[in-house]
């Protein structure tokens, strides 16, 4: 009989009828979202497991977190909630504008949604394949959740700090001169 448990490093172990030990991706079949510009950015929701794999999107939380994991597998139970970024529930009428004043970038290239985990967080766009059923999906997953993510991570927030930015900024030339 062919048994399957998840290990702590992302990989499912197959025992075989005669003993022979594989170890592998697991290839169950689940909804995928990914970055057509960039290889190997990918979303994928396991329902079977109850998991979501994140291929070279993930951040780690801490000062190390720059650049995206190769691959973090999260648990349901470990994500701690999503929120929308000029898309969804969040269409950021004024941050929009703001964009339109001093962005080079269309406000439509930065709708995204941010996802919180336990581990760190990871962004999906809306020019991604598949962003509107992983979305949806991502939502349902956190429904049930109190949604906390922490405050530095949560996308309403980057306005405070652009704001907090420019205040330190001046006050800092302000004492120069």
């Keep these: 009989m ?6 702590a490093n992302k990989h499912v172990r197959i025992i075989a009828p005669e003993g022979f030990m594989v170890t592998g991706r ?5 909804i995928s979202c990914h970055n057509p ?3 190997g950015q990918r979303i994928r929701i396991l329902k079977e497991s109850r998991t979501v794999v994140f291929s070279h999107c993930h ?10 994991e190769m691959e973090r597998v999260v648990s349901f139970d ?10 969804g529930s969040h269409r ?8 339109r004043l001093g962005s080079p970038l269309p406000a439509e290239r930065l709708a ?5 985990t336990r581990f760190g967080r990871a962004r999906v766009f809306a020019s991604w394949r598949g962003f509107a ?18 405050l530095s991570e949560d996308p309403r927030m980057i306005p405070v700090f652009v704001v907090l930015l420019l205040g330190v900024t001046a006050g800092m030339i302000w004492i120069l001169l």
Excluded at 78 to 87: A, W
């Design 2 to 7: 062919i048994g399957c448990a998840e290990t």
């Design 26 to 30: 697991s290839e169950e079949s689940g």
């Design 37 to 39: 510009a960039a290889s």
């Design 59 to 68: 951040h780690s939380r801490g000062a190390f977190g720059l650049a995206p």
């Design 78 to 87: 470990e994500i701690l909630g999503t929120r929308d970024f000029l898309t």
């Design 92 to 99: 950021g009428t004024w941050l929009r504008i703001l964009l």
């Design 112 to 116: 995204s949604v941010f996802i919180s």
């Design 133 to 150: 059923e992983i979305r949806r999906q991502l939502h349902a997953i956190t429904a049930a959740k109190s949604n906390s993510v922490p």
